[in-house]
């Protein structure tokens, strides 16, 4: 065809030059380019000319985006998909001569290559062709039409073929005739995972669709490593080394993520979806990731597996989530019963009732022999003494589980794995059901910090009540017992000559004589509380560390009580929380905080250090804030300036972290019921921290939500449902953190009065100004700066969505964090707040407070507020 071109170009042209010009005024010799038809003709044939060049230079690409077995590409030319996402072409990997046919982002200037055709089979020079060939299939061609590299399909319409780069990145070999696609380079892919793209697996078939590493960086023939989704018996991402050796896991997924990835509900939140048909197991993203967005997952030639996306900003690749970070991120670090934790020096230790197997090599660092049983069940458990099970929490379950599909619940899982003299333990998960260990040893355990699973292991009774040493432990008890006795006597002679000679109160003194008369409550609330593996404090130990709990050293007063700041004996400072004595509720409220929040373990959550019930006391103590609490950072304070944007949205994502912890990734579901700004901490780096746990509440199983006869919370961050109803769920936590996320960038409190702006509430007032379409006069002036200024809206409109008045319109805490990200672009408008009348949430008629109670240091009527120093 261009051959045919040529030739028509040449004669016309020629005939132009010898053709004669029609006036016979004009010379012979005249060129006859006045003649308009043959000019548009000439023209005509010289872009068909240039048309037919346009896979020979990458220059003129961008128009094409197909090849057939008339159009293909000869090096160095290449194809540009339509929107100009991807291009397929040649190329040369770093420090290498060698070209191999491949696919790359088109609009990012770092070349990075996603996807390689003749991975094997390097072109040694610039000859390469990539065509159709005559058998219908896609072909990589040397310069002696040597076959590098075929698609190596079968198809009856064997030369009605032709391929198309996508703008997904996908390149797919059609079937002219019927539109069906024979091939796609996704189902074969190279070492990245794109948006589009599916992992799959066929248990029956055995078929698989998994990513293989470049064997090194300028390599890109197939590698050590692999990553695809295994299926034993549950689904999770495996990396193998050489094909067979486990290298990397996930943990087993549970229907929204994988439980050995705690960040991945942090990172990308929600949208993940494992759909299973006909024993096929397909797992995809979500799909609201655009290819800019999500970047890709890629497979290292180390075998290491990360998310990374492109900064346009930095012009570099960042990364969102990497599979290996530490030692225990690889398969098996601590051997068989052996649990790894980063944290931990050295990061492996056995389990609870084992031992190292091998004590000379586990104390030199060696631990892949792992550990083996102190004691021997005795597979009875109908006796008193029979097994028992350890929980462990917050961890990535093992391998090889045998799932028990058979709809148990989690007691009848228990006594599935009892019933099972094989069954190590056993694991119960909502997404997954009844998860037991019976057929191998448990390998791969890792502690986190968060998320993860609880394991429940099988020991002996005898092993699991230390009751294993016998005689020997008993003089060893009695011969600790002794000194420790007496040094307690003389502790508390001590004690108490330090309290009689120092100036006290007569209210003090009362207390002293009346230690011993701890009444029926402190005794009922001890009880409670007893096992929830959390250190009791003495009451004179606490007197010390706050100077008898001097008024210079109070931090706070509200409804149940005082916050005093503290220094133990060690250097350890505290913060007191020192319940009032005449409040039932407050009882209600101890009790609650140390249920809670002993299991809580998360950087946006205070940490709870102990408890003390002495003298008709109830005291908790808290790690110390160095920083102020939020209340007195952004309202009315001349120190408002001090936070900048930056650190106001750090703050805000740092709320909302706390609350995706509580309400998806604890192992139970969480409801704070009380979040407002005097009850987010700031630690010395101005970190937030999520604090009163007292009137929180935990929904239990598949609850949504639960209700109650009294509305317990702070008017203007309790929403409607929840103050005119008593129905309280997640969302309604959501709504307390939209009024939160305004105030902070407003330094107004809700509950405040705005008649000179029209409005009686902040949450009114924002509707207005959102209404009118001018949100600026809604930003404090100290934090707002024309560079921010998008981030900053787009952070209200957030806020707006949060506080609607509708349970079902509001979005919940993962989306919240994916929008306040920007992760999610397109942000919904948001509908009417849930305000009533005059911009007041509707008041309940029994409230955990009273008007009577209002102290002048709180700024609430409930719970304890102004923390002015923690």
Not at 555 to 583: D, H, M, P, W
Request: glycine share 6%; aromatic share 12%; hydrophobic share 35%.
């Amino acid at each position: 065809m261009t051959v045919l071109y040529i030739q028509l170009f040449f004669i016309l042209f020629s005939s132009i030059i010898i053709f004669p010009s029609a006036s016979p005024m004009k010379p012979k010799n005249n060129f006859a380019f006045s003649h308009p038809l043959l000019l548009l003709l000439l023209l005509l044939l010289l872009l068909l000319l240039l048309l037919s060049f346009t896979c020979f230079s990458p220059t003129f690409c961008v128009a094409n985006d197909t090849i057939t077995s008339e159009i293909f590409i000869k090096d160095p030319a290449s194809l540009i998909s339509s929107s100009s996402s991807f291009q397929l072409g040649f190329f040369a990997p770093p420090n290498s001569t060698s070209r191999y046919v491949g696919i790359w982002y088109n609009n990012i200037p770092s070349q990075t290559i996603v996807w390689v055709a003749n991975r094997e089979n390097p072109l040694k020079d610039a000859s390469g062709i990539f065509t159709i060939s005559k058998d219908g299939n896609l072909v990589v061609l040397d310069g002696d039409d040597t076959v590098l590299w075929s698609s190596n399909v079968s198809s009856s319409s064997k030369t009605n073929t032709s391929a198309r780069i996508l703008d997904s990145g996908n390149l797919v070999l059609e079937d002219n005739a019927s539109g069906r696609i024979l091939w796609e380079s996704f189902k074969h892919p190279s070492d990245k995972f794109l948006p589009s793209m599916k992992f799959m697996t066929n248990t029956r078939t055995k078929e698989m669709i998994k990513l293989t590493s470049w064997n090194t960086p300028s390599n890109p023939s197939t590698g050590n490593f692999s990553v695809a989704l295994e299926v034993v018996s549950l689904p999770e991402a495996v990396i193998w080394n050489n094909d067979d050796n486990v290298y990397w896991r996930s943990g087993p997924w549970n229907g929204q993520s994988f439980i050995g990835i705690p960040e991945m509900d942090s990172v990308y939140l929600s949208g993940f979806n494992l759909v299973i048909q006909n024993q096929e197991y397909t797992f995809s993203v979500p799909q609201n990731y655009s290819v800019e967005e999500f970047g890709s997952l890629f497979l290292t030639s180390q075998g290491n597996f990360v998310q990374s996306y492109w900064n346009p900003q930095e012009r570099n690749w960042n990364f969102n989530w990497i599979a290996i970070q530490t030692e225990c991120d690889y398969y098996g670090t601590c051997g068989a019963f052996g649990i790894c934790n980063p944290k931990a020096s050295p990061i492996c230790s056995c389990l609870k009732g084992f031992k190292p197997k091998n004590e000379v090599e586990w104390n030199q660092g060696n631990w892949s022999d792992g550990c083996v049983r102190r004691t021997p069940l005795k597979c009875i458990n109908s006796s008193a003494e029979g097994d028992e099970f350890l929980t462990v929490e917050r961890v990535k379950l093992p391998y090889f589980v045998q799932w028990s599909d058979l709809g148990l619940t989690e007691d009848d899982c228990k006594q599935e794995c009892l019933n099972n003299c094989s069954c190590n333990a056993y694991a119960y998960e909502n997404g997954i059901r009844c998860m037991l260990w019976s057929k191998s040893d448990l390998i791969d355990i890792q502690k986190f910090e968060s998320g993860g699973a609880a394991l429940y292991i099988r020991l002996s009774y005898a092993e699991l009540n230390d009751a294993t040493d016998g005689k020997d432990k008993k003089w060893i008890d009695v011969a600790i017992a002794v000194p420790v006795t007496f040094i307690i006597f003389i502790i508390i002679v001590i004690s108490f000559r330090w309290k009689y000679t120092t100036r006290t109160s007569d209210d003090e003194r009362k207390g002293i004589l009346e230690l011993l008369k701890e009444d029926d409550m402190n005794h009922m609330i001890k009880d409670d509380i007893k096992h929830e593996d959390l250190p009791s404090y003495d009451y004179e130990e606490l007197a010390i560390a706050t100077n008898n709990f001097d008024t210079n050293n109070k931090l706070g007063k509200g409804g149940f009580g005082s916050v005093y700041k503290g220094k133990l004996l060690n250097g350890q400072e505290i913060a007191v929380k020192k319940l009032a004595r005449t409040s039932l509720q407050g009882y209600e409220e101890f009790k609650n905080e140390v249920r809670l929040i002993s299991k809580l373990q998360h950087r946006n959550l205070v940490r709870l250090f102990g408890y003390c019930m002495e003298r008709e006391q109830q005291m908790l103590i808290y790690e110390y804030m160095p920083n102020l609490s939020l209340d007195n950072l952004i309202f009315g304070s001349s120190k408002h300036e001090l936070l900048n944007w930056r650190q106001r949205f750090n703050i805000i994502d740092g709320i909302a972290r706390g609350l995706l912890y509580l309400h998806r990734d604890s192992r139970v579901k969480i409801i704070h019921r009380d979040l407002k700004a005097s009850n987010i901490l700031l630690d010395q780096d101005l970190d937030p921290k999520i604090s009163d746990f007292g009137m929180a509440r935990i929904l239990f199983g598949n609850e949504i939500q639960a209700n109650t006869q009294r509305a317990a919370g702070t008017y203007g961050y309790m929403s409607p449902e929840y103050a005119m109803e008593g129905l309280f769920s997640e969302k309604s936590d959501v709504y307390s953190f939209g009024v939160l996320l305004l105030e902070i960038i407003s330094g107004r409190k809700n509950t405040g009065f705005y008649r000179h702006e029209q409005a009686l509430s902040l949450l009114e007032f924002a509707w207005k100004l959102w209404m009118e379409d001018n949100l600026i006069p809604l930003i404090e002036e100290a934090i707002y700066e024309l560079c921010y200024q998008q981030e900053i809206l787009r952070c209200i409109q957030v806020g707006l969505l949060c506080v609607q008045r509708f349970v079902n319109d509001r979005p919940n805490i993962s989306t919240i964090i994916s929008m306040l990200n920007s992760e999610i672009l397109d942000l919904p408008s948001p509908k009417e707040p849930g305000f009533i009348g005059n911009g007041r949430p509707c008041e309940s008629n029994s409230t955990e407070s009273s008007q009577q109670n209002l102290n002048k240091d709180s700024v609430n009527n409930v719970t304890l507020t102004t923390i002015v120093g923690r």
